[in-house]
């Protein structure tokens, strides 16, 4: 945990370094960020997911329009969030837009990262935006992943949704999963389709499967 932390921090800082901001601002923010992410209630939407989708940036960074924005919004846009909620997509946007403006970011790259945080509200791309392409599959890269990875997400998931009951739960987990298997693909960006999108949907089915049964067994 301390090596993940070291790490993070050092891409941060590495984010920040362009915009010279100052030193203790940097450290203060980071320190907020990852106290949010360490929440005990958290156990998928914490600082290992954030790492996941930056490092899955990463690999597209050639593409991207504005690489700054794409990775603000890695690190802002799960950092309000309640599973009671309807609005955590707002509420983390208008979180990154104050403190991003406090600490001298540009208001274009704020713009931007605001956009791409709101659009994982529905997960539907910005017309003609990559970054929002880029950003959304990052975001749902963990679909594609191998079996073991995979029915640890969806453990986790169940934790943070543990005052459902597994009636609502396996209702409301299927409809979502459903609605990503009724889209044309899972991922925008040909890179990300061609890696992952046939798992994805492996994954998918394979949960709705145990979703269906009735089996009280973990995925």
Known sequence: MVKQSQIAFSRWQSLLQPFRVAPIAAYKLFFDLTAAY???DRFYHNLAHIQQVLDTI???????????????AAWFHDVIYDPKAKDN???????????????????????????????????????????????????????????????????????????????????GRKQVLQNFLKRERI??????????????????QEEIKYLSSGNSNKI
């Open 58 to 72: 990463d690999l597209m960074r050639s593409q991207s329009q504005n690489f700054a924005a794409l990775e603000f």
């Open 89 to 171: 997509e707002e509420k983390s946007a208008a979180y990154a837009a104050d403190v991003l403006t406090n600490i001298g970011i540009s208001a274009e790259t704020i713009d931007n990262a605001v956009n791409l945080i709101l659009t994982t509200k529905t997960h539907q791309a910005i017309e003609n935006s990559i970054d929002s392409q880029i950003f959304l599959d990052a975001d749902l890269s963990i679909l594609g992943a191998f079996e073991t990875e995979y029915r640890n997400y969806a453990v986790a998931i169940r934790q943070e949704y543990s005052w459902l009951s597994e009636g609502e739960y396996r209702s």
């Open 38 to 40: 360490a929440s005990t």
């Open 187 to 204: 991922y925008f960006t040909e890179q990300m389709f061609t890696a992952l999108e046939e798992k994805a949907r492996q994954n998918i």
